[in-house]
């Protein structure tokens, strides 16, 4: 996996919507991402944590469990846009809303939000859920977003200071110099939850809705072999067939706190 306070790299960035709202990308550093969550209302018996091998089970097993999200990053190689562009030819647009709902999306309008996007998706679905503050910034957005549809949603984001000043604020603390919230991002981030239903879905703002993976066991959280089979591994598995991918992938896991 990449270094976890590599900086984002500024290059051509398929991701950006056209939106005049910007935000400085977030450096990819579980710190930053926890304390983050944090402000807005997650409990601290939750944080980030690095995932330095999926395939070493000594590093696997340093992890605390159960693993609630993944947040994966990984640059916007030509081979994932033209797997991302196929897979959503078939695909309609997501419409749903409401308290039915199996996971809350949230589409991305905000130019470089797509690590806010990333942490809200992780701290809004699943288990997760559960550590939430009563009548926190998070558990207020949840009882918000809820009623409406994806479009009102992204504006609801948009239209939020609470959420704005704290991504602000977090994304000035890194070790490396931010770029500005303007500047062209090659990194994106997707996160990976476990629903109620015990399905794994992945969750990008960029795509035309949720993405149902596949079904998880009782016990199998989104660490386990065959979550990260359905999921992450896919795309290293991509990038590796494409011959000479970009492998700069990281990834955190949500989970219990070490402190």
């Known amino acids: 996996m990449a270094d976890p306070k590599e900086p984002p790299s500024t290059s051509s960035n398929p991701s950006s919507r056209p939106s005049g709202l910007a935000f400085i ?12 969550l944090h402000t807005l209302g997650l ?53 749903a809303c409401g308290t039915s709902e199996e996971v809350m999306w949230f589409k991305q309008t905000i130019k470089n939000a797509c690590g806010l996007i990333g942490i809200l998706h992780a701290a809004c679905n699943g288990a997760t859920r559960d550590f939430l503050e009563p009548g926190g910034p998070l558990a207020t957005l949840i009882a918000d977003a809820t009623p409406l549809p994806p479009d009102q949603r992204a504006h609801l984001l948009a239209t939020t200071p609470v959420l704005a000043a704290a991504h602000e604020s977090a994304a000035k603390q890194g070790d490396t110099a931010a770029p500005s919230a303007h500047d062209p991002i090659d990194l994106h981030y997707v996160c990976f939850i476990k629903s109620g239903s015990n399905n ?53 896991a949500l989970g219990p706190s070490m402190e």
């Open 200 to 252: 794994l879905w992945e969750l990008d703002g960029r795509r035309k809705g949720p993405l149902m993976r596949g079904e998880l066991g009782i016990e199998e959280d989104v660490l386990s072999e065959k979550a990260l089979e359905m999921g992450v591994k896919q795309f290293l598995k991509r990038e590796q067939e494409a011959g000479g991918g970009d492998l700069r992938f990281s990834l955190l």
């Open 25 to 36: 990308p977030l450096e990819n550093n579980p710190e930053i991402m926890t304390s983050l």
């Open 43 to 95: 409990s601290k018996t939750l944080s980030f944590q690095d995932v330095y091998s999926l395939e070493d089970p000594t590093l696997l097993s340093f992890l605390p469990r159960p693993t609630h999200a993944l947040l994966l990053i990984f640059p916007v190689s030509s081979s994932y846009e033209s797997f991302r562009h196929a897979e959503d030819h078939s695909l309609q647009p997501y419409t």
